[in-house]
């Protein structure tokens, strides 16, 4: 396993370091030799498409209950993610578009990529349960480049 050296200068660092230390010793390794076939066997975007479709069939796994509002939308997916230790989502609707925003997302520093190639995942469940919770068929769901953020991941719910 790859661990960063965290500066007392660079919180990204910081945040890498302590999320490694969250992944379970059992998995961390095999988790690591994984990615790294997967890396060496597709390219990123058939690595990212995997992604997704892991992230779909997640979603049907942990289906969320029936809610009446975004609010609710949120409260049932953090709950997901809190018994999960996987960080937290926001929702935000402009009017125009939907914010998705995933905070401290443990699988860029599990599968030791970055958040671009990780957010596939993510971009699979919220994507599924957008849909079972009512979002129309013309609505994309599209990952949004956060920078150098490497535990954040933002998704944007648009018209085509």
């Known amino acids: ?46 690595y990212r498409a995997l992604l997704g479709r892991l992230g779909a069939r997640f979603a049907q796994s942990f289906e969320l209950p029936a809610c009446d509002s975004l609010a609710d939308l949120e409260e049932a997916a953090n709950k997901v993610w809190q018994q999960l ?29 970055d958040a671009e190639l990780a957010a596939g995942f993510l971009e699979g469940v919220y994507a599924a349960w957008l849909v079972a919770a009512g979002s129309p068929p013309e609505l994309d769901l599209a990952h949004v480049p956060s920078g150098d953020r490497p535990m954040h991941m933002a998704f944007e719910l648009s018209a085509r």
């Open 1 to 46: 396993m790859k661990f960063p050296t965290p500066s007392t200068t660079d919180s990204t660092d910081l945040l890498q370091h302590l999320a490694l230390e969250r992944i379970s010793v059992q998995w961390a390794g095999f988790l690591a030799v994984l990615s790294d076939e997967l890396q060496a066997q597709l390219s990123a975007d058939e």
């Open 85 to 113: 230790r996987w960080g937290y989502v926001t929702f935000s609707d402009s009017g125009r578009q939907l914010m998705v925003e995933h905070h401290a997302c443990p699988l860029p520093a599990a599968l030791q990529v």
